[in-house]
C-alpha cells in the first residue's frame, strides 16, 4: 500500500474528481485488473481507430492548458511538430514534480499508474511518438516502482510493444529516475539530464523541443496531470470537455493547498469554479483558529505573493470589476490579471503568525540551493538573496540591505537562458513590493547607522 495513501477521504461538494476519481479511494487498488473494471483502456481502444490528428483536434476543441506551471495549450504544443518530419518523435511525461507546494501528481503516481499510461498512449498515437519516457524524481521511489509494474502490466495486455491493440502502432514506455534537481523540471534541462548530461537548460531559440528536443529530434513534454486529462478529453469529446471550467479556463484542475489552513490537501475543482475565500474558508476549513489571513502565494514558490488586504482591478472597459483576494476566481486568467499565476497549482496560505522574512529567507535557501549555476545573474544572485535575507532573520541586516535584496532580484528577472531566473527573483520582487515596511522593521537601524559612518570614513580617507 502506498505511503501517502489514505482510504476513504471523501471528495468535498465542491469538487469534482475526474483525474482523482480513484485517489483515495476506498476498495481501489493500482492492479490492471482494477483499473480494467471501470473502462480502462478503453479510451486507447478507441484512439488507435482514429486518425492520430482528430485526437489533436479535439485536445484543441477542448482547449487543455498545461497543468505542470506555464498553462500553455497542449494541443497547440503537439502541432508544434515540424510537418514532413524524417527523425524520431518522443514524449516524455514530466513527472518530476519539484516545485514547493505542488503534490498532485505524485498521487496519481502512486494509486492510479494506469491512468497515466492510457493517457501517454493515447498522446504518443496522436503526435507518432513510438518511445516515450516518464521522468520521475529520485525521492518518488515507490512511484517508479509502481509505474514499472503497471507498464509491464500493460505490456502483457497488449496496451503497449509491438503492434498495440492489432493497430499496427508500436510503443514502448520507460521510466527513467532523476537525481532529484529543480532545474529538471524546465523541459530542455529535463532533456539534456535524460540524455546522460548535466541538467542545464538550452537556449530556446533554436532548441524549442518539439523542434530539437531529445537528441535533437522533435519532442513533446506535457506534465502527469495534463495526459491524464487527455483519455478523458477523448472519452466525452472536445467540445463537451471544454464545458467544464470556464471559458479560456476548461476542465478540472487539482489544487494543492498547504500553510495556515485547518484541512491543507488536494481539491479537484472546474478551472475557476471556486473563488479563493470558498477554497480557504469552505473546502479548506478555514484558517487556523485565532489566525487572519496575511497573504496567499497561489502557484507553487515561483508565484508572485498577494497580500490579503489588497483590492484587485481586473478586466478591461466596461468589464473592469474590483476584487478583494477573497473573490479571485482560481483561474488562470484571473490569477494572472492580479498579478500573480495559477502555475502548478500550489496554494500556499500564509496567516498573521508569519514572519514574511521568515517566510521570503525559507524560499531563497531554496532557489538559492536548486540553480544549476550556467547562468551567472542566476547563479550569484540567487546567493546573494539568501545571504541578505539571513541577515535579515538573523536581525544583522541594515535598513538599505532591503534595496539591496530588491536590485539583485531585479537583475536576475529576464537575464538567463531559462526560466529558472524568473522563479527566484519573484518570490523577492512580490514580497519588497508588499511587505517592504515589515521587512525593513526586522532589519537593524544601528547597522545603518555604522555603515554610514564606515562610510563617511572611507570617503574622508579617500580625500586625503
Not at 461538494?13 to 476519481?21: D, N, Q, W
Not at 506534465?223 to 483519455?231: A, G, I, Q, R, S
Not at 473546502?283 to 484587485?312: H, M, N, Q, T, Y
Request: charged share 25%; hydrophobic share 35%.
Amino acid at each position: 500500500m502506498s505511503a501517502i495513501y489514505q482510504e476513504g477521504k471523501e471528495p468535498h461538494p465542491k469538487e469534482r474528481r475526474i483525474v482523482f476519481k480513484n485517489v483515495d479511494r476506498e476498495g481501489w487498488d493500482t492492479s490492471l485488473a482494477m483499473y480494467e473494471t471501470e473502462g480502462g483502456y478503453d479510451q486507447l481502444k478507441k484512439a488507435v481507430g482514429m486518425e492520430p490528428g482528430a485526437i489533436t483536434d479535439e485536445v484543441k476543441k477542448a482547449g487543455l492548458r498545461g497543468r505542470g506551471g506555464a498553462g500553455f495549450p497542449a494541443g497547440v504544443k503537439w502541432g508544434f511538430l515540424p510537418p514532413n518530419n524524417d527523425k524520431p518523435v518522443y514524449l516524455i511525461c514530466n513527472a518530476d514534480e519539484s516545485e514547493p507546494g505542488t503534490f498532485k501528481d505524485r498521487y496519481i503516481i502512486h494509486q492510479d499508474p494506469h491512468q497515466l499510461i492510457e493517457g501517454m498512449a493515447i498522446a504518443c498515437f496522436a503526435v507518432g511518438a513510438n518511445l516515450a519516457y516518464i521522468y520521475i524524481r529520485e525521492e518518488f521511489p515507490e512511484g517508479a516502482q509502481t509505474l514499472e509494474k503497471a507498464i509491464e502490466e500493460a505490456h502483457e495486455k497488449g496496451y503497449l510493444g509491438k503492434n498495440v491493440l492489432g493497430s499496427g502502432f508500436d510503443l514502448e514506455i520507460y521510466v527513467h529516475r532523476g537525481a532529484g534537481a529543480y532545474i529538471c523540471g524546465e523541459e530542455t534541462g529535463l532533456i539534456e539530464s535524460l540524455e546522460g548530461k548535466r541538467p542545464y537548460p538550452r537556449i530556446k531559440p533554436p532548441y524549442f523541443p518539439a523542434a530539437m528536443g531529445l537528441y535533437l529530434c522533435p519532442t513533446i513534454v506535457n506534465n502527469v496531470e495534463t495526459l491524464c486529462h487527455v483519455k478523458h478529453i477523448l472519452e466525452v469529446g472536445g467540445e463537451e470537455w471544454s464545458r467544464i471550467g470556464t471559458p479560456n479556463n476548461t476542465g478540472t484542475r487539482i489544487l494543492c493547498v498547504s500553510g495556515d489552513v485547518k484541512k491543507p490537501g488536494y481539491y479537484e475543482v472546474e478551472v475557476g469554479s471556486v473563488t479563493m475565500g470558498e477554497l480557504i474558508n469552505d473546502l479548506c476549513g478555514g484558517l487556523k483558529e485565532g489566525r487572519s489571513l496575511k497573504a496567499v502565494i497561489p502557484g507553487g514558490s515561483s508565484a508572485k505573493v498577494l497580500r490579503a488586504d489588497e483590492v484587485f482591478t481586473v478586466g478591461r472597459g466596461d468589464d473592469t470589476r474590483e476584487l478583494t483576494i477573497w473573490d479571485i476566481p482560481m483561474d488562470f486568467d484571473t490569477l494572472a490579471a492580479c498579478g500573480s499565476m495559477a502555475g502548478s497549482g500550489g496554494v500556499i496560505v500564509i496567516d498573521d503568525s508569519r514572519s514574511i522574512s521568515w517566510v521570503l529567507n525559507n524560499i531563497n535557501n531554496f532557489y538559492a540551493h536548486e540553480s544549476c549555476g550556467q547562468c551567472t545573474p542566476c547563479r550569484e544572485g540567487s546567493l546573494w538573496m539568501k545571504k541578505i535575507t539571513d541577515r535579515v532573520v538573523a536581525g544583522n541586516a541594515s535598513p538599505s540591505d532591503i534595496d539591496t535584496l530588491d536590485n539583485v532580484a531585479r537583475n536576475i528577472d529576464g537575464s538567463t537562458i531559462c526560466a529558472f531566473g524568473v522563479a527566484c527573483s519573484w518570490p523577492t520582487e512580490s514580497f519588497i513590493d508588499k511587505f517592504r515596511d515589515e521587512l525593513v522593521s526586522d532589519t537593524n537601524l544601528e547597522l545603518e547607522g555604522e555603515l554610514l559612518n564606515a562610510e563617511a570614513v572611507t570617503a574622508a580617507a579617500n580625500l586625503r
